[in-house]
Nanobody
Framework: QVQLVESGGGLVQPGGSLRLSCATSLRFFRSYHMGWYRQTPGKQRELVAAITSSGTTNYADSVMGRFTISRDNVKNTAYLQMDSLKPEDTAVYYC???????????WGQGTKVTVWA
């Protein structure tokens, strides 16, 4: 059974940093596009950042220049470095994996990030 396990969330002051990790049990991790999404109560889950299987990245406008997505194809893990955090970044952050060819699609259980003075 495929598992995506997020970690690294927590409470941080505005302007601070956190690094989220998404450790996966994906057998062919390098063939998956990886994404970080976030969700707040009453709102739809939104894409924050994504990295393709070939390493191309894209970001939501709201986090451009502050967040960095990366991946380690040896450790089968994706990361989200979050700097200059703002209160509006407060959300549950979810990791997503989508195969670059087939319809395999997986979610993690989420990790909560709270930005609060």
């Amino acid at each position: 059974q495929v598992q995506l396990v997020e970690s690294g969330g927590g409470l941080v002051q505005p302007g601070g940093s956190l690094r989220l990790s998404c450790a996966t049990s994906l057998r062919f991790f390098r063939s998956y596009h990886m994404g970080w999404y976030r969700q707040t109560p009453g709102k739809q889950r939104e894409l924050v950042a994504a990295i393709t299987s070939s390493g191309t990245t894209n970001y939501a406008d709201s986090v451009m220049g502050r967040f960095t997505i990366s991946r380690d194809n040896v450790k089968n893990t994706a990361y989200l470095q979050m700097d200059s955090l703002k209160p509006e970044d407060t959300a549950v952050y979810y990791c997503n994996a989508k195969h670059d060819t087939y319809d395999n699609f997986y979610w993690g259980q989420g990790t909560k990030v709270t930005v609060w003075a």
